[in-house]
């Protein structure tokens, strides 16, 4: 049975870091893409960012520059780093992982949570003004 299972969130004020993390288990997940989505209360799931088999990455405007996917393939874990924290990052933070194996050539299947067939149940992240 495949799980993912967060870890890393909490109450931080705006300024501040927090590192997330994510542990798959169940099957390996070393070549597959994987993303960080998250919610707000009251709005829609949005994509946060995303790795590639091949260590690239894509990221939300709103966190380019403050942000940083990666993984550990040995540990099959992917991490969020996030620096210079805001209010509006306050949400719930899911990681997801797709079935496929190798990169997509369409660079939109990383931003849409359709493209992942597994995810985690989230962890709250909140930043105080």
């Known amino acids: 049975q495949v799980q993912l299972v967060e870890s890393g969130g909490g109450l931080v004020q705006a300024g501040g870091s927090l590192r997330l993390s994510c542990a798959a288990s169940?099957?390996?997940?070393?070549?597959?893409?994987m993303g960080w989505f998250r919610q707000a209360p009251g709005k829609a799931r949005e994509f946060v960012a995303a790795?590639?088999?091949?260590?690239?990455?894509y990221y939300a405007n709103s966190v380019k520059g403050r942000f940083a996917i990666s993984r550990a393939r040995a540990k099959n874990t992917v991490y969020l780093q996030m620096n210079s924290l805001k209010p509006e990052d306050t949400a719930v933070y899911s990681c997801?992982?797709?079935?496929?194996?190798?990169?997509?050539?369409?660079?939109?299947?990383?931003?849409?949570?359709?493209?992942?067939?597994?995810w985690g149940q989230g962890t709250q992240v909140t930043v105080s003004s």
């Open positions: 169940g099957r390996a997940f070393s070549t597959n893409p």
């Open positions: 997801a992982a797709s079935s496929r194996t190798s990169p997509y050539t369409e660079i939109s299947r990383y931003y849409t949570p359709l493209t992942y067939d597994y």
């Open positions: 790795i590639r088999s091949d260590l690239g990455t």
